[in-house]
């Protein structure tokens, strides 16, 4: 019953910045790890960024540097912020969520945003 709303997806130019967020909704106790994944054209999906509950992160070797990743507990939000974008950054990028509590007890569930395009082009 875990929801993911995306948002911030578009076109920038090589040198640009872009931030993306996601929204969590549903029946929620706590989520362990919140992070983004993208897949570009012929390629398998990726992981980019990820941060657990406590605000431990791991970036891709290809975007450290330039991508941040944060999150909100109390939103249940987690979001991207994209600096330097090129060429290759475009792809679809999905929100994810792991680990996720129902209850206090019980719960490990995952799931996955719809998708939302990012574009980087003169």
């Known amino acids: 019953q875990v929801q993911l709303e995306e948002s911030g997806g578009g076109l920038v130019q090589p040198g640009g910045s872009l931030g993306l967020s996601c929204v969590a909704s549903?029946?929620?106790?706590?989520?362990?790890?919140m992070g983004w994944y993208r897949q570009a054209p012929g390629k398998l999906r990726e992981q980019v960024a990820i941060?657990?509950?406590?605000?431990?992160?791991t970036y891709a070797q290809s975007v450290k540097g330039r991508f941040t990743i944060s999150r909100d507990n109390a939103k249940n939000m987690v979001s991207l912020r994209m600096d330097s974008l090129k060429l290759e950054d475009t792809a679809v990028y999905y929100c994810?969520?792991?680990?996720?509590?129902?209850?206090?007890?019980?719960?490990?569930?995952?799931?996955w945003g719809q998708g939302t395009q990012v574009t980087v082009s003169s």
């Open positions: 549903g029946s929620i106790f706590s989520i362990h790890v």
């Open positions: 941060i657990n509950h406590e605000g431990a992160t």
């Open positions: 994810y969520v792991g680990g996720v509590r129902e209850t206090e007890r019980t719960g490990n569930q995952q799931c």
